[in-house]
DNA sequence: AATAACGTCAACCGCTCCGCA
DNA sequence: TTGCGGAGCGGTTGACGTTAT
């Protein structure tokens, strides 16, 4: 493919855009519109390539961009779709009205990735275990039992994560609680208070981009109003490195780790 | 007060994707 | 089916502002 040539060599302009170059791109799309980026420079009588006024347009002059700081909860939102999506900005920005893309990839690189890292660190010190017994199928030794590192609640709320509700006991939500941790990211929650008759829940990618919107407490009620053994994927999370096995059966304070589980979106890879 | 170091963010570059002829 | 060309994406750069020395 012919490349076509740069804006230098075109005799373009290139570099920061002036007040006056914005007010005729924007006078411009709001009377006809952005349907060809390449022709619309010239159209508009602007000594710019399409490209970089495409670029202006949908990172700068769109009218329902958001400017500003990002809040707390927009912060949270980028990192649980970073651990879920990776580097796909775009796909991020479309989950996130009035962001650009740019402008994550910008909050990731200076402001986020720094924070994940302090956590890290940070919980590091913080963890705690306990010992609970190994109940994977494929496992050869069953009775055999298996330490797991888990973040401590005070680490836990250093990355924002609330705390789980008092009223929320883990004898109201189960007896026992079987989590199995599958192969790409899958787990399978199995209550057995609750019969065990096949009831699925399978949570996609559009899950995550519905209930993110919505309010935590409603995805934990909804979650937890959903009787029989539930099947859902976690997107990766800040708290995988401290669940290392691939199945645990816990009795009590499942609801703590329920809730850090769902707010962070993940469980351990494989 | 000067300047070096660091942080932020708008803009560019080069590549891939996708629709269309 | 293939090739072209425009649009979009992610990585990177560099100008500018702020903070530290």
Redo the contacts with the bound molecule.
Sequence with gaps: ??R?P???KMGL?????TPEEDQILISYIQQHGH????ALPKQAGLL?C???C???W???LRPDIKRGNFSKEEEETIIKLHEMLG?????MAARLPGRT???I???W???LKKKLKNYQTTSETQRHSITVPKSDSNAPSQSEPVELNFPSQQGIESLGYAPVSPQQSSSELSSVTEVSLLPNNMAIIKDEKQDTSETFLEIDESFWSEQLSSENSSLQSDFLGVNHELQFQFPLSPVREYVNEYSLNIDHGMDYWYNIFIKAGGLPEF
């Design positions: 493919m012919v076509a740069c804006c230098e302009k290139k570099g920061p855009w349907g060809n980026w390449r710019r399409g490209k970089s495409r670029l202006r949908t990172n700068y580097n796909r900005w775009s796909a893309d740019n402008e990839k910008n909050v690189h200076t402001h």
